[in-house]
Structures are given as C-alpha cells and as structure tokens.
Nanobody, 121 residues
Framework: VQLQASGGGSVQAGDSLRLSCAAS????????MAWFRQAPGKEREIVAR????????YYADSVKGRFTISRDNAKNTVYLQMNSLKPEDTAVYYC???????????????WGQGTQVTVSS
C-alpha cells in the first residue's frame, strides 16, 4: 500500500486545515487508516483512526471535539479536518494504514510522507 498525504501548512491559532491521504496499491488489505503526528523532541502519537469498513473512529483526547477523521472509500482517501487549531498542534502529520485492529504505531505498516502543520499564536 502506498500513501500520499497532502494539505499541511502554516496557520494562526483558531484556524482550520484539512489533510488528505490517498491510498493506492493493495488497498483491499487495509483494516484501518490513521493520522499520527510527531513534534520535535517528542514521540510519534496517534491523533485519529478510522476503520474503512464500519467507519469506526478513535480520537486522542487532545483533539476530541476539534478534529474529525473521515473516509471516502470510493476514492481510497482519508481526511483529517482540523478545526480550532492550537500552537500545541504544531507537528509533522503522517497518515498510516494498518491491517490490524490496533492503535499501536507498530501495527501500521504503510506510512505516507509527513506533512508539516504549524500553528502560530
């Protein structure tokens, strides 16, 4: 599976951004797709995940109520709508795909290139 992410940028606090991640290749093998982020000096953390079949979602507590993950199965694309952005959301965001029902980084075998999101106060 190959993943192509897009949509990062530099915004002010309170603004919105939408990230997109298009999957290609053996997409039938994907159970779930997720967005992770990694800030300088910090570990990579999961932000949100969605199962491709049932659309079941998971959100990290830090983004609940502000971020929305969605998918368009016809386009093999997953989106992350980020509203009310905060400076602490600044990070490189990665999309990832997994064949497993797990939130662990190690369960995700396919990764897109990172896209930078910078939120200034």
């Amino acid at each position: 599976v190959q993943l192509q992410a897009s949509g990062g940028g530099s915004v002010q606090a309170g603004d919105s951004l939408r990230l997109s991640c298009a999957a290609s290749g053996r997409t039938f093998s994907i159970y779930a797709m997720a967005w992770f982020r990694q800030a300088p000096g910090k570990e990579r953390e999961i932000v949100a995940r969605i199962t491709l079949s049932g659309g079941i979602t998971y959100y990290a507590d830090s983004v609940k109520g502000r971020f929305t993950i969605s998918r368009d199965n016809a386009k093999n694309t997953v989106y992350l709508q980020m509203n009310s952005l905060k400076p602490e959301d600044t990070a490189v965001y990665y999309c990832a795909a997994s064949m497993y029902n797990s939130l662990r980084v190690a369960a995700f075998s396919s990764w897109g290139q990172g896209t930078q999101v910078t939120v200034s106060s």
